[in-house]
């Protein structure tokens, strides 16, 4: 009869189970000495809005980057790529957001032109 009731009781055992493995993925505590840790890691990256697009216009012009989701196209003049690319850079940036970035598009830019238009970014092409 005894054996019967631990087996009646086996989902209580599996509940204690699962304890200690919850709390391994906890942050440890006090292992991490604070010398350890960098503020560069806390710290905006030094990249500003106007950097971050003149990156972006290098990888498209590259057809190649880390901030490129979709291959970039020629059409009309223009290189195109997604503008998920802007998600892309303030995932990875502190301090930049999508909103910026469009924003900036609209304010005075160096050539060659980066333009947003219906989920795309349209980059001229420079004609010599």
């Known amino acids: 009869p005894k054996i019967e009731s631990e087996k009646e009781l086996g989902h209580v055992e599996v509940r204690e189970r699962e304890e200690p493995e919850v709390r391994e993925f906890e942050p440890p505590k006090?292992?991490?000495n604070p010398k350890d840790i960098n503020a560069e890691d806390f710290l905006p990256s030094g990249v500003t809005p106007q950097k971050a697009l003149q990156m972006l216009k290098?990888?498209?012009q590259k057809r190649s980057g880390r901030w490129l989701v979709t291959p970039v196209l020629e059409e009309d003049g223009c290189l195109?790529?997604?503008?998920k690319a802007f998600d892309m850079i303030a995932g990875e940036n502190i301090g930049i957001s999508k909103h910026i970035?469009?924003?900036m598009l609209s304010r005075a830019q160096r050539r060659p032109l980066l333009k947003?238009?219906?989920g795309k970014l349209y980059l001229e092409v420079n004609e010599t």
């Open 30 to 32: 006090a292992k991490t």
């Open 58 to 60: 290098d990888m498209i």
């Open 101 to 103: 970035l469009c924003g």
């Open 116 to 118: 947003k238009r219906q």
């Open 80 to 83: 195109v790529t997604s503008d």
